[in-house]
Structure formats: structure tokens, C-alpha cells
């Protein structure tokens, strides 16, 4: 088996680090070998000891103090810098000998996501290996309504239409949110958020509807795990979407 490599990518402060944290553990404790990737330049602390961290190769507050930026100007200029050096970071990942490689994503999703080194990234980790794929992490909490599944399912979506990676939603801080109706399965909760949609016989819940059918209708995966990175609670769950996305679906050792 070659490596598998999953992108962490979400809005900030959804828990992509803590996740990191929790699901490379889980994953070591099982005897995987990790290689973990911090691509946020302007991280603070991270909650795991990356194996390449970016900051070691540019630095957002550096680049701050030296460009004369503020906080996201210096985000967006960190982002061409990092995309110049591109090769050195995909280099090493290449060479990492590991089962799984974990990469963080920037904080700032849109920084991130809308410039070319997202797809420049996804490109080449999908040539160094086939099974690179991505992980929307959002906050459980988020989810308060039918529309704001929608969401998670067609973000998801949107992700995986820019980097180009097949993309699969998560729910983290699970543990937020006690009350959630989302039962995890997408087709179960299809019909409930569908119905509850053509109730509100809005035109806008409508074409959610009609969205959400036909995206399900392409997608082969029924489960959205949900987890608390915090807590390292739901990593099976996490463990067993990567692997479906994988080729090495059903294989568990
Ligand atoms: P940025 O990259 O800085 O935007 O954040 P991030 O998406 O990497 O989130 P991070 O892992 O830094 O977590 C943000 C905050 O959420 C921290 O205070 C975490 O401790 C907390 N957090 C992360 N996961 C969970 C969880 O499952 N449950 C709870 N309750 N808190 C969590």
C-alpha cells in the first residue's frame, strides 16, 4: 500500500489542528506511521509536533514585519511565498516514508482555498500519490437547520471541485453540540432535511433540495462522521471514511 494522504481543510477554528492531533495518535496507537504537514504559516501553537512545518519556511509574522502587513495582508503574501517554494515542501513529502501523511490547511479557509496554492498543492500530492483526498471539518455547532446541512454537503462539494481531491465532511466538537438531529447518515437525514425543506415551501428551500438530490446522487459515501478531536472521540468513524475513499476500502489492519 502506498501512502494515503488527507487533507485537513476548514473554516478557522473549526478543530483541522486538533483533529490532526487526535487522528494521528489514533492512528500511531494502531502502528501506522505518520507524517504530519503544517501548511499554516501563521500558526501560533499547534496541538502535535508537525514532521514539516512551514513556518520553517516562511513565516507569517516575518513576512509581516518585513513587507510592512497586516495580519491577512501578510497571510496572502505567506501564500506566494510558500506556493515559490512548493517543491521543497512536496519534495520531502514524497521522500517521508509513512502509511498516512496529515496536512494541516491554513486557518483562513478562503485564503487558502481561493489562490493557486491549494490546487497547486492538491495537484502535486495527488502525483505523489493516487490516494490523496480531502476532509471538510466543520463545526457541529454550525448545524442548527435542514439548510445548514445543505451547506455541509455542497461546501464539501465545493471543496473538492477546487482542489480537485475527492472531498468527504466531517462534523467535529460533537461534543457541542449534544442535541444535533443529524444522524451522521447521509441518506437518512436526506430524506428528513428533505422533507422538512418542501415544508417551508420556500423557492430557496427548493433548490436546496433539488441540490443536495442530485449531489448525493454522485456521491458514494453514506456517512458523515462526527467526532470530537477534543475528546479523540469518533476516529473509527474518521478512520473508516478514509479508507472507503481509498483503495484499500475494507482493508482495516
Ligand atoms: P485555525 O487553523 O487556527 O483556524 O484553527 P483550527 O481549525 O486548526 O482549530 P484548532 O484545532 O486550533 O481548534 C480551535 C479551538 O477549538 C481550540 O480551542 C480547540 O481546543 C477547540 N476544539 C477543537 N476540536 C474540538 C472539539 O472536538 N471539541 C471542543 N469542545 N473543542 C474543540
Known amino acids: 500500500m502506498g501512502k494515503i ?3 485537513f481543510v476548514g473554516p478557522a477554528g473549526c478543530g483541522k489542528s486538533t483533529l490532526v492531533a487526535a487522528y494521528s495518535k489514533w492512528l500511531r496507537e494502531g502502528d501506522a506511521s505518520v507524517y504530519t504537514v503544517n501548511m499554516d504559516p501563521a500558526a501560533e501553537t499547534l496541538p502535535y509536533e508537525p514532521s514539516l512545518d512551514v513556518r520553517g ?5 516575518e513576512v509581516a514585519r518585513k513587507y510592512g502587513l497586516g495580519p491577512n495582508g501578510a497571510l496572502v503574501k505567506s501564500m506566494e511565498l510558500i506556493a515559490e517554494r512548493l517543491e521543497e515542501i512536496t519534495s520531502r513529502v514524497a521522500a517521508a516514508e509513512a502509511d498516512y501523511v496529515l496536512v494541516d490547511t491554513p ?9 493557486d496554492l491549494s490546487w497547486r498543492l492538491a495537484e502535486a500530492l495527488r502525483g505523489i500519490s493516487p490516494e490523496s483526498y480531502a476532509v471538510f471539518v466543520l ?5 442548527r437547520d435542514p439548510a445548514d ?4 454537503v455542497t461546501m464539501a462539494t ?11 465532511p466531517v462534523l467535529n466538537k460533537i461534543d457541542l453540540a449534544p442535541g444535533l438531529e443529524i444522524t451522521g447518515d447521509l441518506l437518512r437525514d436526506f430524506g428528513r432535511v428533505s422533507r422538512a425543506l418542501r415544508e417551508s415551501g420556500s423557492v430557496y428551500a427548493e433548490m436546496l433540495r433539488e441540490m443536495l438530490r442530485v449531489l448525493l446522487k454522485y456521491n458514494r459515501r453514506v456517512e458523515v462522521p462526527q467526532v ?15 479508507l472507503e475513499m481509498s483503495c484499500s476500502c475494507g482493508d482495516l489492519s
Open 57 to 61: 519556511i516562511v513565516d507569517a509574522r
Open 107 to 115: 486557518g483562513q479557509m478562503e485564503v487558502f482555498l481561493f489562490r
Open 139 to 143: 463545526d457541529a455547532s454550525v448545524i
Open 149 to 152: 446541512y445543505a451547506f455541509l
Open 5 to 7: 494522504i488527507v487533507v
Open 158 to 168: 465545493a471543496v473538492q471541485l477546487r482542489l480537485g481531491l475527492e472531498t468527504a
Open 228 to 242: 470530537s478531536a477534543l475528546k479523540g472521540e469518533g476516529m473509527e468513524e474518521l478512520h473508516r471514511l478514509v
